[in-house]
């Protein structure tokens, strides 16, 4: 099983920026779509940004589309999500997680994947 670790959180300012990388071991990315996901205290998980594994299309939600940016590099094992212009509300805990499914009608639902990390903390400060 493909084990995720997430790194590269901590506290910003509004505006600021910063790179999560989320690596795998005991399998490769090429294997799996990858979701980004996050989660503040208090609220659901949400769909933040996905890199999909067969022609690498990728996915944002509205309110991180164009200042997110996702990114795999495959000889690293590592999906990337450069966070810019970043706000207050995207502080949470960021999550990266696999989608087992060959294609991606549900790459938003946090429901649809299947294996996760241990997320990594973003704070962003006004």
């Known amino acids: 099983q493909v084990q995720l670790v997430e790194s590269g959180g901590g506290v910003v300012q509004a505006g600021d920026s910063l790179r999560l990388s989320c690596t795998a071991s005991?399998?490769?990315?090429?294997?799996?779509?990858i979701g980004w996901f996050r989660q503040a205290p208090g609220e659901e998980r949400r769909f933040v940004a996905a890199?999909?594994?067969?022609?690498?299309?990728?996915y944002y939600s509205r309110s991180v589309k164009g200042r997110f940016t996702i990114s795999r590099n495959n000889a690293e094992n590592t999906v990337y999500l450069q966070m810019s212009s970043l706000k207050p509300d995207d502080s949470a805990i960021y999550y990266c997680?696999?989608?087992?499914?060959?294609?991606?009608?549900?790459?938003?639902?946090?429901?649809?994947?299947?294996?996760w990390g241990q997320g990594t903390q973003v704070t962003v400060s006004s």
């Open positions: 997680a696999t989608y087992p499914i060959p294609d991606t009608p549900q790459v938003t639902n946090v429901n649809a994947y299947d294996n």
């Open positions: 005991g399998d490769s990315f090429t294997r799996y779509t």
């Open positions: 890199h999909g594994w067969n022609v690498g299309m990728t």
